[in-house]
């Protein structure tokens, strides 16, 4: 079956780098695209970024462009984000996703918190 493992949370000061990862499993990972979607307490989850399967294009929430960058490695059946310039804002639980026939699979999230 389809597994999502997210890592990589963690407390970071303002102007800090992360970097998430999301190692996935129970698909043929080279030919979907994945996406990182945030939900921060008291709002709505939200899209991040999305990057296709085979040709690797990107897509990014107006919030975290030029700062965020999605990428992949298909070898590894793996997803990344790596945040930097981080804000107070970005704080959120951050979950890998994946649309395959239809239904959305989720990870169990990680959570990334923006403070000084």
């Known amino acids: 079956q389809v597994q999502l493992v997210e890592s990589g949370g963690g407390l970071v000061q303002p102007g800090g780098s992360l970097r998430l990862s999301c190692a996935a499993s129970?698909?043929?990972?080279?030919?979907?695209?994945m996406s990182w979607y945030r939900q921060a307490p008291g709002k709505e989850r939200g899209l991040v970024a999305t990057?296709?399967?085979?040709?690797?294009?990107?897509n990014y929430a107006d919030s975290v462009k030029g700062r965020f960058t999605i990428s992949r490695d298909n070898a590894k059946n793996t997803v990344y984000l790596q945040m930097n310039s981080l804000k107070p804002e970005d704080t959120a639980v951050y979950y890998c996703?994946?649309?395959?026939?239809?239904?959305?699979?989720w990870g169990q999230g990680t959570q990334v918190t923006v403070s000084s």
């Open positions: 996703n994946v649309r395959r026939i239809s239904i959305d699979y």
């Open positions: 129970g698909f043929p990972f080279s030919y979907y695209a």
């Open positions: 990057i296709t399967g085979t040709r690797a294009n990107t």
